[in-house]
């Protein structure tokens, strides 16, 4: 009797524990930016396996559900972190869209918004009616300008389907910047060679999430492949649910999707 | 619905600069003095005969700097040669063709030269001693043959080289343009007349750098008087045509654009009539467009005379130069200005003395022109038995 009199105290206990541990760090993880603990913390987290590391017949495939999207900027920390991308270049980015009763659209990403949006605009004088977030990064597309151009095959698209740059071989001519629709190429200030978003290639490769993926607060960011029925990216693509690509005339087949987007959003 | 201003971060400052201006001004002055050259020579016109050894050498002269401007603006310039080695054939890239194909152009030029001098080498070298005439020694390439049947073959060979020049030049400067047209994600470059455009304000910039520096030369040298009236007349009106057809191909574009009034009109026009409004429809179209547009059909009329050509062509031929320069300046940062967040301008401001900045720019256009006075130490620029026999033929 004693016995479990002790048990249900020390379960009581860690009950609380957990309880305390939870909720403050989950209103950490809500209020303030990512801290720079956040590296060692993707690295060792037990929650990736999501994706089958050697498997070239994936078909990848990331989602943004705006609705879901808090400006938390968390993703754009632990994308810098995660690729070392130089201050004032953005691999990805989140962009807050404002629109007024008169539907002028006020678009803003200070910073990229890696520092979040705990400040509204203070430059608007109408009434607003809404406003949403929106996470930029790269397209992955099917048919990449970038790719077409690059007159010396240093960025190529990997069997699975990934985007990625050879900066070894990369010479930073600046075609494939000009030739991106979606603002995502850059040449990186410090390799001085085109640099762009991976989808977190090499995390992938080792079945673990994209870093931006793994450190979304509200799941607004998915990944999966769209090839295994039970992952969430391919349940939501064989839903009725309404996906959208970004610039769908200019023909690259983007296949990163919008969840419950808007026509404002370009 | 109206939209405030927004860039995408990463495009908040025009990533291909004054270099990208440069390079296809320079290349357009190869070809241009190379179609004026050539004319003459595969065409047969006869008045231009005169020039055509003096446009040769400029077009050489400017020939070196081609690639300077690119490997210059390169994150990497020393994997240049990547281009080379490794081009991307299989998508296949516009780009990855321009370093076969300059080469071409540049081997196809530098023989055209050798064949056009081979003969006044010969001359030339036993006139002269030590360095020169171990230089001429060494362009001669070991012949020493004088025969009226070896000179013969050397303008037979050196029209088929223009033959085959001309297309390549057209082709060289045509791809320039079909590089910036065919980047769907520019609303500004994206129209299928980009190469047409590019090509001809090529020929413009060439024809008018010869013709400006033809009339310096010979006023430098106070040999006004041997410049033939044939040659001003034809030139005037080869330069007028060319740049008519040019302004009426970049107007037919505007004009199409601004009466469909979509809504690409509507960006690109809050591109012309805010950042660029300026140095678009101020200079390069009311000042350095119609004013030498005017004054090359008059100088083109019979009435005019020779007095006046020779003061008002190198004039208008001066404008018509800066022209193509702030088409290219319009054209390579006004597309990049207006940015791919369809909702503001991006920002470009080049500096003095950065690597890619304005005095690299301005040397890489002065340089050419000391070449050029170099090269005029080694190539004769003028035929003169030829001049005196057409000046006697056409002075009026």
């Known amino acids: 009797m004693r016995v479990n009199q002790e048990l249900i105290d020390r379960d009581r206990r860690g009950f609380i524990q957990s309880v305390v541990t939870g909720s403050v760090g989950g209103s950490l993880m809500l209020m303030i930016p990512m801290s720079s603990s956040l590296g060692k913390e993707l690295s060792s987290s037990s929650s990736e396996a999501k994706v089958n590391p050697i498997n070239l017949d994936a078909n990848y495939c990331f989602m943004v559900d705006v609705t879901g999207c808090i400006g938390c900027g968390n993703c754009c920390v632990a994308d810098r972190k995660e690729n070392n991308v130089p201050e004032g270049q953005y691999r990805t980015w989140v962009e807050r869209y404002v629109i007024d009763i008169y539907n002028t659209v006020y678009v803003d990403a200070p910073d990229g918004g890696e520092k979040g949006y705990s400040e509204p605009r203070t430059d608007i004088e109408a009434t607003i009616k809404e406003a949403f977030f929106v996470p930029k990064l790269c397209n992955m597309c099917e048919d990449p300008s970038c790719v077409q151009g690059c007159p010396i095959s240093a960025t190529f698209t990997t069997p699975d389907g990934f985007v990625i740059v050879d900066s070894d071989h990369c010479v930073a001519c600046g075609y494939c910047v000009m030739a991106c629709p979606y603002g995502v190429r850059f040449i990186n200030e410090e390799t001085k060679v085109a640099d762009k978003c991976t989808w977190c290639y090499h995390r992938v490769r080792k079945g673990k999430l994209p870093a931006c993926v793994q450190a979304c607060p509200t799941g607004a960011r998915k990944f999966g492949d769209l090839n295994d029925l039970e992952s969430e990216v391919s349940k939501i693509y064989r839903s009725a649910e309404r996906l959208e690509v970004l610039k769908p005339e200019l023909g690259n087949e983007p296949t990163l999707y919008y969840i419950n987007s808007r026509e404002e959003v370009v | ?396």
């Open chain 2, 1 to 396: 619905m109206q939209d405030m201003g927004y860039v995408f971060p990463n495009d908040l400052h025009v990533h291909w600069n004054l270099m990208v201006v440069v390079y296809p001004y320079i290349l357009g002055m190869v070809a241009g003095a190379f179609f004026i050259s050539s004319l003459s020579r595969v065409f047969g016109a006869i008045s231009l005969a005169g020039i055509s050894k003096f446009a040769l050498i400029f077009a050489l002269a400017w020939l070196p700097f081609v690639t300077v401007p690119l490997i210059n603006h390169l994150g990497h310039p020393e994997r240049f040669m990547n281009m080379m080695i490794t081009p991307n054939f299989e998508t296949p890239s516009l780009m990855a063709g321009f370093g076969v194909l300059f080469t071409l152009y540049a081997v196809f030029l530098i023989l055209e030269v050798l064949f056009v001098y081979r003969y006044e080498f010969i001359t030339l070298r036993n006139r002269s001693t030590g360095f020169k005439k171990s230089l001429y020694n060494a362009l001669l390439l070991g012949t020493n043959d004088t025969s009226a049947q070896s000179r013969k073959r050397d303008i037979r060979v050196s029209m088929l080289l223009s033959s085959i020049g001309i297309p390549l030049a057209a082709l060289l400067n045509g791809y320039e343009g079909f590089v910036l047209g065919t980047i769907d994600a520019n609303i500004l470059w994206n129209t299928p007349l980009m190469p047409i455009i590019f090509f001809f304000s090529a020929l413009v910039s060439g024809v008018a750098g010869v013709i400006l520096f033809y009339i310096l030369a010979k006023a430098i040298t106070n040999k006004l008087d041997d410049i033939e009236t044939e040659t001003l007349r034809t030139l005037t009106k080869i330069l007028w045509a060319l740049f008519a057809f040019t302004f009426a191909v970049q107007m037919i574009d505007i004009a199409s654009l601004a009466y469909a009034s979509t809504h690409r009109w509507d960006l690109i026009n809050s591109l012309l009539s805010g950042p660029l409004s300026f140095s678009y429809w101020t200079m390069q179209v009311m000042i350095l467009s119609i004013i030498p547009a005017i004054v090359l059909a008059i100088l083109s009329l019979r009435i005019v005379s020779r007095k006046i050509i020779l003061i008002a062509l190198p004039v208008a031929a001066l404008m018509l130069l800066a022209e193509v320069f702030f088409m290219r300046w319009n054209t390579v940062i006004g597309g990049q200005i207006l940015a791919n967040s369809d909702r503001g301008f991006a920002t470009y401001h080049p500096l003095m003395f950065e690597k890619e900045g304005i005095l690299v720019s301005a040397l890489l256009l002065i340089l050419p022109i000391v070449l050029f006075w170099l090269l005029s130490k080694i190539f004769p620029l003028w035929d003169t038995d030829r001049i005196k026999r057409h000046i006697t033929h056409y002075k009026r």
